[in-house]
C-alpha cells in the first residue's frame, strides 16, 4: 500500500486536525490519512467527521472514510424468522456494558482461517479509554451457564452509533445483541448503525449502502466538535 501521498498527522499536533473526507483515495477505498494517535481526543474528533482508524500490527495508523457508506437505520434491522424463534427463548440473557473489555479481546481473536487481528493491543486500550471516558459502549449476550457467546462495541455518537466489531461464541449470538443494541438505541433517539463497510452478514440484516456526503449531512452534521 502506497501511503507517500497521504496527508500525515502530526500525534503532537495540538489542533487535531483531519483532511477533509472528500480527500480519501478511491483506492483503497476511503484510505485518508495517516499517523497521529489513538487518544480519546483524536478518536473523537474522528468519529465526529465520518473518519475512523483501522490498520495491522506493524503499520502505521491509517485513517479511513469509504463512499459509499453502510449503515443499519435502527427501524429497518431486519430479523429472520429463525432468529425470532431464538429471541422468544429463555436460554440467554443479554447486558449492556458490564464487560467492556471482555467483549473487546473476543473481538480480537483471529477468525477461521485468519492468524492475525486488526485490533491491535494498541487498538483494545484506546477503545477501553473512550468506553471509561463514556464515549464507547457494548453489548453482551450470555448463556445460562454466564458464559460470554456473543456481543459488540462501538462509539456513540449524536445521531449514530458506530459499530466497531462484533463476535459470536454461540449460533446467532452477535445477531442477538444487534437486536437489542437497535432497540436500546431507538430509545435514546439514535438514527442509525454505522457498518462503516458492508459485509454478506451485514447487508442481510438490513444494512444500506448511503453516499458518503449523505452520511455526514444526516448523521454528523449537527454533532459537536472537539
Avoid at 491491535?120 to 463514556?134: N, P, S
Wanted: hydrophobic residues 40%; glycine residues 8%; contains cysteine.
Amino acid at each position: 500500500m502506497g501511503l507517500q501521498n497521504l496527508t500525515w498527522i502530526d500525534p503532537h499536533d495540538p489542533s487535531i486536525t483531519f483532511p477533509p473526507v472528500s480527500e480519501a483515495l478511491k483506492e483503497p477505498d476511503g484510505l485518508l490519512a495517516a499517523g497521529g494517535d489513538l487518544s480519546p481526543e483524536r478518536l473523537m474528533a474522528a468519529y465526529r467527521r465520518g473518519i475512523f482508524p483501522w490498520y495491522e500490527q506493524g503499520q502505521p495508523i491509517l485513517w479511513w472514510s469509504p463512499d459509499p457508506r453502510a449503515v443499519i437505520p435502527v427501524d429497518g434491522l431486519h430479523i429472520s424468522r429463525s432468529l425470532r424463534k431464538k429471541l422468544r427463548r429463555d436460554d440467554y440473557r443479554v447486558s449492556f456494558d458490564t464487560a467492556f473489555a471482555e467483549v473487546v479481546r473476543a473481538c480480537a481473536e483471529p477468525r477461521p482461517g485468519s492468524n492475525g487481528t486488526w485490533i491491535t493491543d494498541e487498538m483494545q486500550q484506546a477503545y477501553i479509554r473512550l468506553h471509561l471516558l463514556g464515549h464507547a459502549h457494548s453489548v453482551e449476550v450470555w448463556n445460562t451457564d454466564n458464559e460470554l457467546v456473543g456481543g459488540l462495541y462501538g462509539v456513540m455518537l449524536t445521531r449514530v452509533f458506530s459499530g466497531e466489531s462484533m463476535f459470536s461464541r454461540a449460533s446467532n449470538g452477535s445477531k442477538i445483541a444487534m437486536v437489542y443494541l437497535a432497540e436500546w438505541l431507538q430509545m435514546r433517539g439514535v438514527e442509525a448503525i454505522d457498518c462503516q463497510l458492508p459485509n454478506p452478514h451485514l447487508m442481510r440484516m438490513g444494512a444500506i449502502e448511503i453516499p458518503r456526503d449523505t452520511f455526514v449531512t444526516r448523521y454528523l452534521e449537527d454533532t459537536p466538535r472537539p
